[in-house]
């Protein structure tokens, strides 16, 4: 839910970027084109409307504009083309000629189904594009609940942007305090008593009914009010009944003077102030806790552009915090003479200084290959880094403190923690009551080191147990202080160990989502769709490869030895985790020994040509193993099986022996449907052949496949998003005031 909420913040930002563009843009005449179809609208119906438009701008009678007004219908026309059906959210398209800052004409097109759905219809040719209806985007939809409960009866609503909903009402009557009843007044009060707590207990269930998501067990409204003109609504507020999933919620207690649905009008005019402030209060509370960690000095946070980017580059961001007016350009330039290229990060004043676009050693001057706006590269790029994006204001004066004293940009991680940790030693009956001592119901696998064990620590972390049979020794405990160094947002940490009763145990922490494999072809119908499409699996693909390029970045370098498929896990997020990175150095010789009947056929593929013969290990061996992965991951299938046209033959070998392209579509996995262009796939073929060359020289290196890979995602991204019937649309982003060819 906290990551579909930083999802639509971002979608939000990019509207209003949009829009300050958009408002920014002028013409010729009247050559902007701006249009806006509604959910359920008719593509036919534009279609013949730009027709009849396309008529009768033939008779205007200036040449220039005739040309430029008819070049846009006719580029809105073309656009159209692309869709079969107006998208579930709505089409807003944009096209025409600006006049840039330099006074030179520039073509524009954009086009995009918005994250939500926009109830305007427009189309206007004008010297502008009009922007009106796309502030109904920025409007607020979080939804609020409302209980109004007072002597008479409650009415549970909720209160959506300007939507006013009546859940529920029921009436109660209650008996009235009076001075009757002699002898007894005391049974009297005590039945009175009784009913007003049978009162206030169902309307705690039915709020629980309301409010609890069942799916979820969470809220389902982001705050809580409640109203009434007697002491009812406190009484509920405090009360054990009310569940305490609620009870944080609760936002504000109101005095109202009616009940019913005129209290409940009352009650959302009493709390306008407080609902319109409830994202100033949550950003107030996310700088807050970055404020926290630097009091306590936890070493869980950075600063600054330059080392907030080195730590997402470690992988070792959780929460990047940016200021959403941040005034920071990136460069990518390029030495003409050496054909190197770098990147720089600018503010305005630095922009100024030329010596920025010199090299500093030659004072050659550095060509623009790219410039950016930093935080629209943000927005692109975040979800590479395993992280989430949340931008702030400069209103609250939290807000004020981090974009002056910080720069506006900050990065809070739990990896750099755990890297300043020292490996642990677990005692074996803590590890046995974490697992219960050790029972089948805790047994979740057996790897390459022995029984996989789920456990819970007694200060509640969840963490994987491998144990297995072996001897106190040295070199064990050294090798578990150098893995448990390692660090890497792609990289299951490895927490700590113990070896006592001849046995050997390593402690990793837990990730949720098993392994890819599990979900490619494992038991059961585990794949889910919107997880595992093309793009989704391409990310995947780059998280491991940067844990293994990771690996082997290190001094001295660490090979894997046994990556595969079944050993790249997926965390609630669905970011890829490498696991048992290392682990075969804890195995005896004969442990290792290829070609032999412990060695199952759907592992033996995973190893290169040279580990098979010589047993020779290397980086490029790791490469070839990669490759592996990505076959199963473009095909839905495990590498060992037989090809589409030979059953003589394992999917690797057809692979490595393939001639035609045309027989790709044939192990493309059926389940990806129409996520991916035909494009993407044969770049990742080609990128997949080059891992699994025979000779480990011609392999390429594991940043490289990195590089690779995240090119093809941001092609991949950035022409199309697949919607309904495979309808391509461009995405927001970088796509943003791009020349239309």
């Not at 920014?24 to 179809?37: D, K, Q, V």
């Not at 907030?308 to 003409?336: H, P």
């Not at 005896?588 to 592992?603: C, M």
């Not at 052949?689 to 392999?699: A, F, H």
Request: glycine letters at 8%; hydrophobic letters at 35%; proline letters at 3%.
């Amino acid at each position: 839910m906290a990551e579909q909420e930083s999802d639509k913040n971002i979608e939000i930002w990019k509207i209003k970027k949009l829009i300050k563009g958009l408002e920014s843009a002028r013409g010729n005449g009247t050559s902007m084109i701006s249009l806006i179809m509604p959910p359920r609208d008719q593509v036919a119906r534009v279609t013949k409307m730009l027709a009849d438009e396309y008529g009768t701008a033939s008779n205007i009678k200036s040449r220039v504009n005739r040309q430029s007004v008819l070049s846009a219908i006719t580029s809105a026309q073309q656009r159209l083309k692309l869709y079969n059906k107006v998208p579930p959210n709505g089409l807003v398209l944009y096209t025409g000629t600006i006049v840039t800052d330099d006074g030179k004409e520039k073509k524009v097109t954009i086009d995009f189904e918005p994250f939500k759905p926009i109830n305007a219809s427009l189309y206007l040719c004008d010297n502008k594009f009009h922007t009106e209806p796309l502030n109904e985007l920025l409007e607020s939809d979080d939804k609020f609940g409302f209980i109004v409960m007072d002597g008479n009866g409650t009415l549970f609503g909720t209160l959506s942007g300007n939507t006013r909903e009546v859940l529920h009402k029921f009436t109660v009557d209650l008996p009235k305090k009076h001075g009757r009843g002699g002898q007894s007044a005391l049974r009297f009060a005590r039945l009175r008593m009784e009913k007003r707590h049978n009162y206030v207990r169902k309307t705690a269930e039915l709020a629980t009914q309301f409010y609890i998501n069942p799916a979820t067990s969470q809220p389902n409204v982001s705050g809580l009010i409640l109203a009434g003109s007697a002491d009812f609504k406190t009484e509920l507020s405090q009360s054990e009944l009310f569940d305490p999933r609620l009870q944080a919620k609760i936002l504000n207690v109101v005095d109202v003077s009616y009940g019913g649905e005129n209290g409940f009008n009352q009650a959302i005019e009493l709390s306008a102030e407080i609902l319109s402030n409830v994202k100033f209060i949550q950003e107030k509370k996310l700088i807050g806790k970055y404020f926290e960690e630097i009091s306590q000095d936890t070493g869980k946070y950075v600063f600054g552009v330059d080392d907030t980017l080195k730590a997402l580059d470690m992988g070792a961001v959780e929460t990047l915090i940016v200021w959403e007016n941040l005034d920071i350009n990136r460069y990518e330039l390029k030495n003409g003479a050496t054909g190197e290229t770098v990147i720089k990060h600018l503010g305005k004043e630095q922009e100024n200084d030329q010596s920025n676009f010199h090299d500093a050693e030659s004072n050659a001057e550095l060509e623009i290959v790219e410039k950016m706006p930093l935080l629209e590269w943000f927005a692109n790029e975040y979800k590479r880094f395993g992280c989430t994006l949340e931008f702030v204001t400069n209103k609250s004066q939290e807000g004020s403190q981090f974009c002056r004293g910080f720069g506006g940009i900050e990065g809070r991680s739990v990896a750099m923690d755990l890297s300043m940790r020292e490996a642990r030693r677990f005692k074996v009956e803590e590890l046995a009551q974490a697992t219960k001592s050790f029972t089948n119901k805790s047994l979740i696998g057996i790897g390459k080191f022995g029984e996989v064990y789920k456990g819970l620590l007694q200060d509640g972390v969840l963490v994987a147990i491998k144990k297995r049979p072996g001897l106190p020794t040295q070199e064990f405990v050294n090798e578990v202080r150098y893995l448990s160094s390692i660090n890497h947002r792609n990289l299951v940490t490895l927490l700590g160990y113990s070896q006592e009763n001849n046995t050997q145990f390593l402690v990793y922490e837990y990730v949720p989502n098993g392994s890819v494999s599990s979900h490619l072809y494992g038991a059961g119908d585990k794949v889910s769709g919107n997880r595992l499409e093309f793009r989704n699996r391409l990310a995947i693909s780059i998280g491991a490869a940067k844990g293994l390029a990771h690996l082997h970045s290190l001094s001295p370098r660490l090979i894997h030895k046994d990556f595969k498929t079944a050993n790249v896990l997926v965390d609630e997020n669905f970011i890829a985790r490498v696991a048992d990175a290392g682990v075969r150095n804890f195995l005896g010789r004969d442990d290792v020994v290829v070609g032999t009947s412990s060695l199952d056929a759907a592992d033996q593929i995973f190893l290169s040509p040279e580990v098979q013969e010589f047993r020779r290990f290397s980086e490029k061996s790791d490469v070839y193993a990669f490759g592996v992965f990505l076959l199963e991951l473009v095909s839905g299938r495990e590498a060992s099986e037989p090809s589409p046209s030979s059953s003589t033959q394992t999917l690797v070998e057809w692979m490595q022996n393939i001639r035609d392209y045309k027989d790709i579509p044939m192990m493309v996995d059926e389940r990806l449907g129409g996520t991916y262009t035909a494009e993407g796939v044969e770049e990742v073929i080609t990128l997949t052949l080059r891992c699994l060359n025979v000779s480990s020289e011609k392999r390429p290196a594991m940043s490289y496949v990195v590089a690779e890979l995240e090119r093809i995602l941001d092609k991949e991204v950035s022409l199309t998003t697949v919607m309904g019937e495979g309808t391509p649309t461009v995405t927001l982003g970088s796509q943003l005031f791009k020349s239309s060819n």
